[in-house]
């Protein structure tokens, strides 16, 4: 749940309301994933990280959209699986991110583009992705962060998806911590997003990024 406000010079910011503990608990736990610890310069490896880019956007936006509403479904054991997203999975999770308000998916898209933009890209995705997917092994976070930047860096055509990932991921997380705030303090916190930059060329956009990012609509 959350309300809007507009703050000039500052627009339109969404100002969320206190989380409920079974909503927030999910948060981190949609941070772990199974990101590469090595650097495999074979096509496979390129294609699990996309699938899991794929994944990650997808559980992002679904709990997103469930913080937005107030409440999550009696059941999200569909949640947790690692392997491709397929069939039912997929369409339930495909439907909670349809379902994300759009002021509050504009947080993500904001995100999104900002990271596209900036030279120092790398260095913000592949460490978070990685530290918050294994947040009590900091020598896997290590490994994992290294093969992400390397990733980042020798291909230009996974950095829309793994820009689409950490987005979606620290939405959530931000999120989170704008409620916290709101609660201590009595008053509404804004979410932080980073400036919005422009959308890349339409050829460099996977059908999933631009179907759970709406960028058709």
Same mark, same amino acid.
């Given at each position: 749940?959350?309300? +809007?406000?507009?703050?000039?010079?500052?627009? =339109?910011r #969404?100002?969320?309301?206190?989380?409920?503990?079974e909503?927030?608990? +999910?948060v %981190?736990?949609?941070h772990r994933?199974?990101?590469? $610890?090595w650097?495999d310069p074979? %096509?496979?490896?390129?294609?699990?990280?996309l699938e899991?880019?794929r994944?990650?956007t997808? /559980?992002?936006l &679904? $709990?997103l959209c469930?913080? &937005?509403r107030?409440?999550?479904?009696?059941?999200v054991?569909?949640l947790? %699986?690692g392997? /491709?997203?397929?069939?039912?999975?997929?369409?339930l999770?495909?439907a &909670?991110?349809?379902? #994300?308000?759009?002021p509050?998916?504009?947080l $993500? #898209?904001?995100?999104w *583009?900002?990271?596209?933009? *900036?030279?120092?890209?790398?260095q $913000?995705?592949?460490?978070?992705?990685a =530290?918050?997917?294994y947040?009590?092994?900091g020598?896997?976070?290590?490994?994992?962060?290294?093969?992400?930047?390397r990733i980042w860096e020798?291909?230009a055509?996974?950095?829309?998806?793994? =820009?689409?990932?950490?987005?979606a991921?620290? *939405?959530v997380?931000?999120?989170?911590? !704008?409620?916290? +705030?709101?609660?201590a303090? =009595?008053?509404a !916190?804004? #979410?932080?997003?980073? %400036?919005?930059g422009p959308?890349?060329?339409a050829?460099?956009v996977r059908p999933w990024i631009? /179907?759970?990012?709406r960028?058709?609509?």
């Open positions: 749940m959350f309300t +809007l406000s507009d703050d000039s010079p500052l627009g =339109g #969404v100002c969320p309301r206190a989380a409920a503990p909503l927030t608990a +999910l %981190p736990r949609i994933t199974a990101w590469p $610890v650097l074979g %096509p496979r490896m390129l294609r699990d990280v899991l880019c994944l990650q997808a /559980r992002g &679904a $709990v469930w913080l &937005a107030g409440e999550a479904p009696a059941d054991a569909w947790w %699986p392997r /491709r997203l397929t069939g039912p999975r997929q369409q999770m495909y &909670a991110a349809t379902a #994300v308000p759009d509050v998916l504009g $993500v #898209v904001a995100n *583009t900002w990271v596209l933009d *900036t030279r120092f890209a790398g $913000v995705v592949g460490p978070y992705l =530290g918050t997917a947040p009590d092994d020598y896997t976070a290590a490994q994992a962060t290294v093969t992400l930047m020798r291909h055509e996974a950095r829309p998806a793994l =820009g689409a990932a950490w987005a991921c620290r *939405t997380a931000d999120w989170c911590k !704008a409620a916290e +705030l709101g609660a303090y =009595g008053r !916190a804004p #979410v932080f997003t980073y %400036p919005r959308l890349p060329p050829a460099a631009a /179907r759970l990012l960028l058709d609509t």
